[in-house]
């Protein structure tokens, strides 16, 4: 399984930006899917994640109300929709795939592939 994550850039502050990610593979409608940062000097923070069921979703609380993680089983395409960014957003996006047939889960050690991830920058 691989995954390409595309749609980063510079933005400035109250713009949007989405996000993709093409995963390879046949087990792609089956895999609980999500989207993680790392901003420079910090560690790597859950942002949304998408049940393969359902599919149910969840945030983290800065995310809600602004972020909308979806899935296109079809394309084998994960996405994230990111409307009022602010400079706090800036990072590196990264996607990951879990385990088939698991639950959705926050933390990344659940998570097992990763994409390369693509640059976030919110200007002020």
């Known amino acids: 399984v691989q995954l390409q994550a595309s749609g980063g850039g510079l933005v400035q502050a109250c713009g949007s930006l989405r996000l993709s990610c093409v995963v390879s593979?046949?087990?792609?409608?089956?895999?609980?899917l999500g989207w993680f940062r790392q901003a420079p000097g910090k560690e790597r923070e859950f942002v949304a994640a998408?049940?393969?069921?359902?599919?149910?979703?969840y945030y983290t609380e800065s995310a809600k109300g602004r972020f909308t993680i979806s899935r296109d089983n079809a394309e084998n395409t994960l996405y994230l929709q990111m409307n009022d960014l602010k400079p706090e957003d800036t990072a590196v996006y990264s996607c990951?795939?879990?385990?088939?047939?698991?639950?959705?889960?926050?933390?990344?050690?659940?998570?097992?592939?990763w994409g390369q991830g693509t640059l976030v920058t919110v200007s002020s």
């Open positions: 998408i049940g393969w069921s359902g599919p149910s979703t």
């Open positions: 990951a795939a879990g385990r088939s047939y698991e639950p959705t889960f926050r933390s990344p050690g659940n998570y097992e592939y």
């Open positions: 593979g046949p087990t792609f409608s089956s895999r609980p």
